[in-house]
Nanobody, 124 residues
Framework: QVQLVESGGGLVQAGGSLRISCAASGRTFSITAMAWFCQAPGKEREFVAAINWRDVDTYYADDVKGRFTISRDNAKSAMYLQMNNLKPEDTAVYYC?????????????????WGQGTQVTVSS
């Protein structure tokens, strides 16, 4: 089992930056990929970015490419999302997800461990 805890959310003005973090604990050696998803009120949980734990290949949703950067620190079992040029439509709860097998990166159902989420609010 893997436990995930997000941190770093908050309120930021449009055009600003924020970095959110995800700390993994437990059987972290079993992690093969991690990802960020977001969910705004009344909407489905949406893919934001993912990273392959071994190859460090990264994957992004089209609307965050060039603005967000996903990274990981294997030694700390941590994952980060640097968010630049934030927009009001980025406002959502951001969830950290992980899995221990191979699957698509883009679907929430492909991840079996989840954090509780951290709120990101972008004011206009």
């Amino acid at each position: 089992q893997v436990q995930l805890v997000e941190s770093g959310g908050g309120l930021v003005q449009a055009g600003g930056s924020l970095r959110i973090s995800c700390a993994a604990s437990g059987r972290t050696f079993s992690i093969t990929a991690m990802a960020w998803f977001c969910q705004a009120p009344g909407k489905e949980r949406e893919f934001v970015a993912a990273i392959n734990w071994r190859d460090v290949d990264t994957y992004y949703a089209d609307d965050v490419k060039g603005r967000f950067t996903i990274s990981r620190d294997n030694a700390k079992s941590a994952m980060y999302l640097q968010m630049n040029n934030l927009k009001p439509e980025d406002t959502a709860v951001y969830y950290c997800a992980a899995r221990g097998y191979s699957a698509t990166y883009y679907e929430a159902q492909a991840y079996n461990w989840w954090g509780q989420g951290t709120q990101v609010t972008v004011s206009s």
